[in-house]
């Protein structure tokens, strides 16, 4: 399967714990990336593989994965935090195509 | 340190070829495992992959735009570019280039340009 799925939209609390999925049969081969992408911005990549951060991204953000599932976790989510977050791996096709997810809008209340 | 740059006409008639250059400064394009991909994304939308090209020259692209892409890189100039056949307005959005990293089981994106608007329209 080449497909990622995403919730369209999340919203959380100021402060509180939010995590968000990414669902795809390919995700039991390759890791999920997440790219968090502000108004007027290029995506910036936040997590990848086994749940990195990238220099200069929050420790309140975090990934992990079980089965065909890929998630982000931000852990006392910040109004800054909000913006649309995409997923992407690979898919299963012989040629490991580059696929992302359809995103999720994250609102901060 | 390394940055991408994205440019090309802004305005592209319907049936004609959208062409687009990425300039990678700072750094070698022909450094380091990388590969080099297009990432468009229309106004409101998600992001679609377009297509990637390592360095060696190998391609791949989105089977849904495979016979309209062309990915070629030009390592004395450190560019990549987009060749995207027969626009329609479907074509219309913000390209971004990006570099591609890791290895099995884990790949990503880790550096992005600033993206350029292209318009499909007569």
């Known amino acids: 399967s080449s497909e990622l799925t995403q919730d369209p939209a999340v919203s959380v609390a100021l402060g509180q714990t939010v995590r968000i999925t990414c669902q795809g049969d390919s995700l039991r081969t390759y890791y999920a990336s997440w790219y968090q992408q502000k108004p007027g911005q290029a995506p910036i990549l936040v997590i990848y593989a086994k749940g990195y951060r990238p220099s200069g991204i929050p420790v309140r953000f975090s990934g992990s994965s079980s089965g065909d599932t890929a998630s982000l976790t931000i852990t006392g989510a910040q109004a800054e935090d909000e913006a649309d977050y995409y997923c992407?791996?690979?898919?299963?096709?012989?040629?490991?195509?580059?696929?992302f997810g359809g995103g999720t809008k994250l609102t901060v209340l | 340190q390394v940055q991408l740059q994205e440019s090309g006409p802004g305005l592209v008639k319907p049936s004609q070829t959208l062409s687009l250059t990425c300039t990678v400064s700072g750094g070698s394009i022909s450094s380091g495992p990388y590969y080099w991909s297009w990432v468009r994304q229309p106004a409101g939308k998600g992001l679609q992959w377009i297509g990637r090209?390592?360095?060696?020259?190998?391609?791949n692209s989105n089977p849904s735009l495979k016979s309209r892409v062309t990915i070629s890189v030009d390592t004395s100039k450190n560019q990549f570019s987009l060749k995207l056949t027969s626009v329609t307005a479907a074509d219309t959005a913000l390209y971004y280039c990006?570099?591609?990293?890791?290895?099995?089981?884990?790949?990503?994106?880790?550096?992005w340009g600033r993206g350029t608007l292209v318009t499909v329209s007569s």
């Open positions: 090209i390592y360095t060696r020259g190998s391609t």
């Open positions: 990006a570099r591609g990293g890791g290895n099995f089981p884990n790949w990503y994106f880790d550096l």
């Open positions: 992407h791996s690979r898919d299963n096709s012989g040629d490991h195509l580059d696929v």
